[in-house]
């Protein structure tokens, strides 16, 4: 088989495969080494961030000893779904911790808000890409109960 031959039966395969065609920003995934997106994918949420509001709190629960003070952070994204069958409303990323265990990432499909945690060490860095470039949020949840989220940019040129 020519070379030639080979790279069109690869590159018909790819489009045949419904993950693979059907599977925007699927550039962005890191590589799946422990093979746990092969199963089918259940759904893609992606959208791009278009709006932002950032939410520092602090509380305090009086009935516990010694009372904690407590200062959630929380980052609340809108944008306009761009995959298809994408119907998320919001996207609410919590901040905890860092060292702390995270949470997996979550989509509920009745209230259409996709949950994110990340550790607050990366509060800033998320900030500075709002800022300056354009954010794109994707939530993938596959067959064999495999989810994937992320916070990405799109494609940038170097100076």
């Keep these: 088989m020519s070379l030639r031959a080979l790279c069109v039966s690869l590159l018909l395969f790819a ?3 419904p993950v693979l065609a059907d599977l925007l920003h699927g550039q962005f995934l890191p590589p799946d080494d422990a093979g746990l997106r092969e199963g089918a994918l259940h759904m893609q949420q992606l959208i791009q961030i278009t709006e932002y509001s950032l939410v520092l ?9 010694p009372i904690p003070i407590t200062s959630p952070s929380l ?3 809108k944008g306009k779904p761009l995959s298809k069958g994408a119907n998320v409303s919001y996207v609410l990323v919590y901040f905890d911790s860092d060292g702390k265990s995270l949470k997996k990432p979550s ?3 009745q209230q259409r808000v ?3 945690h990340y550790p607050a060490s990366q509060l800033p860095v998320i900030l500075q890409v709002l800022r300056e470039q354009t954010l794109y949020c994707q939530f993938l949840s596959y067959a064999n109960g495999h989810v994937w989220a992320d916070l990405h940019t799109g494609a940038i040129r170097t100076r």
Excluded at 57 to 65: E, L, P, T
């Design 15 to 17: 489009l045949a495969s």
């Design 57 to 65: 709190g602090s509380q305090r629960h009086s009935n516990q000893q």
């Design 75 to 77: 980052l609340r994204l």
């Design 107 to 109: 989509y509920d499909t």
């Design 114 to 116: 996709l949950t994110l």
